[in-house]
């Protein structure tokens, strides 16, 4: 492991690299990174210090817990509050502030909330308590999606009855259209690794097509990212948009395809609500009519608001690239991690966490 890490973090490949992107830059760039992986990668090793100051780096709507709709986190707070309801979530979505309160409040409170690792753990929850119902808070990208899917087969053939998912699982790509058709002006995108890794290369193909915007799909290490910026700096040079596969370690063109047929299997496409951008058409999966069984929106009767988020929270300007955190009135001052106001100080993805984190805060 410590062999991996000094390959990708080997000092004096990254300041060549650093050179070679100074000495390549002819202009100015803005690239937009989409995974939240990728956010804190870039603050946590410092990328934007290696960088010349014409590219600037944008985070984008890539952190799966920053655009969980606070509908989403008010219905599992509801649920919590059912008579022999066990709530079953990963980690980061425990403070994510509902209407009034949050899933980690409601547990202080007496609600039975367990934090899980992944799917299979929550239906290994629901073999362990027969008479309870489980209800898995599903959310992520098509980095999470397959696991759900492979979790919701498992228990149809196992014939469990008590394992529920309230699903709001979105794919990236439809997102990172509307953020070039809002207007937002981008050179590039640094492409999510993770969602690479199922969906393949092929998907951000409309992107240089559609846009002619270029794409370099990338890993988290300081080389990759470096890597990254410095293929895509080339790609602009020679007017040459394409879709580069730097992680090739990882990613293939096709991606998992034993991952895909899973999706395939048990979701279909659907419009669905994004904190901060609102109804995304066609982004969201939704559970297949054969597995409506275990959707916990349809089974317990539940109905998914839209809301408005906090008029002054900007998470919806810096999803999408119009303004950094410390941009954001409360910043630092209202939000902060151990009160946060927005989704992206949540998580430690999230662009206000990480900025929060490694970039000052006073």
Known sequence: MMRYIDEYRDRKLINRLSELIVRSAQGSYTFMEVCGGHTASIYRFGIPSLLPDCIRLLSGPGCPVCVTATGYIDSAIMLSQSENVIIATFGDLMHVPGSLTTLEKMKAAGADIRVVLSALDALETARRNPSAKIVFLAIGFE???????????????????????????????????????????????????????????????????????????????PIDILSAVLMLVNQVNNGSPDVEIQYTRAVTREGNRHALRFMTEVYEHSDVWWRGFGVIPLSGLKLRKKY?????????????????????????????????????????????????VGACM???????NTFFKYCGNE
């Open 292 to 340: 409506q069984r275990f959707d916990a929106e349809i089974v317990f009767n539940i109905r998914i608001s839209e809301r408005e988020e906090n008029k002054l929270c900007k998470c919806g300007d810096i999803l999408r690239g119009r303004m950094s955190p410390d941009e954001c009135p409360l910043f630092a001052v209202k939000c902060r991690p151990a009160n946060p």
């Open 346 to 352: 949540v998580s430690s993805e999230g662009a206000c």
């Open 143 to 221: 980095t999470t999606a397959p696991g759900t899917a492979v979790t919701i087969t498992q228990a149809e053939r196992e014939g469990i009855k008590n394992f529920f998912v309230l699903n709001n699982h979105k794919v990236i790509p439809p997102a990172m259209d509307l953020i070039l058709k809002e207007g937002t002006k981008l050179d590039g995108f640094i492409c999510p690794g993770h969602v690479a890794t199922i969906t393949g290369s092929d998907v951000f193909r409309f992107i240089p097509e559609k846009y002619k915007t270029g794409c370099v799909i990338t890993g988290f290490e």
